[in-house]
DNA sequence: ATGTCGCTTTTTAAGCGA
């Protein structure tokens, strides 16, 4: 089974590729991260027509998750137990669009959108830093709970874990940027250190130069300057089966293209 | 030498978010 995780950067504006890549990924299970779009706007009949079920969680022109699967799509959840809140301006708190799991060939999947930090000193950090702590200490007990447990933590986590993660380290320093903090690492590495999740496509892709996005400013994608920020994190049962891991460089080429690749696993 | 997208709205440009 193939399980890939993709942020999409809209799913209108990015149907025509997505269905293109379905056709040539012969993905099982596809995780997509900022659909940007509410139910109504969103592009049902592509995954159809494609062989897919799918389920979407989508508030607003903001994030938005889904997962596509032609190997079952069960027991669909809608945010994690907890999930923190976020109030935008002077509207009431909600928990956005950001998470959603389902039961796809005997595997839990969580499509994840981790909040964007904004800054160092942004109001945006904490709720970042929050969110990941509750999820991952639900994900530490779902593992204790059931040691067999199959579970894929995947998406867009706005985190770079290490110095080789990002083009230039040096760079983020200077500009005091996110993704790089030391909180925002530590946040990252309790799913693996403390919660017991394994990386599966690191080992089989180490860096350095291999990363998962590149912005669409300051032609970094030619000049190679990405990020790694897009991880698939599976409990130890499965990561035990996982065979096979890349990333999909080639979808970032030409026009048209998410500032995200996809990031793909294999199960045995 | 320069340099992006995509969404929305009391739209046809500006603001927001990444």
Known sequence: MRIA???????????DRIEAWLDRSDVDVLAIQET????????WELFEF????VAHFGLNQWNGVAIA??????DVER?????PVFGKGKQEPIQEARAMAATCGGVRVW???VPNGRGLDDPHMPYKLEWLRVLKDHAKQWVKDDPEAQIALVGDWNVAPQDDDVWDIQFFRDNNMTHVSEGERAAFNAFI????????VRPRHPGPGVYTYWDYTQLRFPKKEGMRIDFQLCSPALADRVTDAWIDREERKGKGASDHAP???EIG
């Open 111 to 113: 499509s994840l959108y």
């Open 69 to 74: 699967s032609r190997v079952g799509l069960k």
């Open 193 to 200: 250190d403390d919660a017991g999740f394994v990386d599966v």
């Open 5 to 15: 995780t993709w942020n999409v950067n809209s799913i209108r504006a990015r149907a």
């Open 79 to 83: 945010t994690f137990p907890d999930q």
């Open 36 to 43: 940007k779009a509410k139910d109504e706007n969103f592009p």
């Open 50 to 53: 494609a062989g897919y079920e």
């Open 263 to 265: 990031v793909v696993i």
